[in-house]
């Protein structure tokens, strides 16, 4: 008996320490994904030359960023297979976004993601933009020991950031007849 009463005080010792731990594993499986009716697009086609988008999109994704929101910079050429520098935008989220889709009873995860912005002119008077997603993902929570960072779930793109983006750009373009954004229900 003695014995067993002299072990009690690693108890709350091994609640403080795995404790939280099973906290955000538990969040990780159980946070909910709500539906988005129909998905947004993440390619627009924009009734403007591709040097008069290039304008908006700097004055949309201005660096430093004046808010926890998107900046980004022109990928230089030798850097992408792909793009060039006239063509190619890098987009880094600055802080989270509550996200419309992620929610942990009933509240909204934080959100944040990598966006890369393709353009290409289509004529001398359209432009197409694509909006490409990758390292989504919501964050859990604090650690509690370590470096600082965060506990982070990786998550499928959801697109109301992909067309926020555009919506973004085409608000600085003044384009005519975007559609709205498509939020969950």
Known sequence: ?????????LLPILLLIFGPLAFYLLKGLTFSTR????????????HAPIAKVRTAVESSFPYPPQDDSLYGDWNPSRMSG????ETEFDLTQEGLTKSDVYHWLHS???YKAEFKLLLIPMSDSSTRADVQTSQSMVRIGPT???????????VAPTTIEEYGILLKIGRALNEPDMPPLKLPK
């Open 108 to 110: 909204p995860l934080g």
């Open 1 to 9: 008996m003695a014995k067993n009463i002299s072990r009690l005080w």
């Open 35 to 46: 539906k988005v009716p129909d998905k947004n697009p993440a390619t627009y086609v924009f």
């Open 144 to 154: 509690l020991f370590g470096d600082g960072g965060d506990f982070y779930e990786r």
């Open 82 to 85: 792909r793009g060039s520098p």
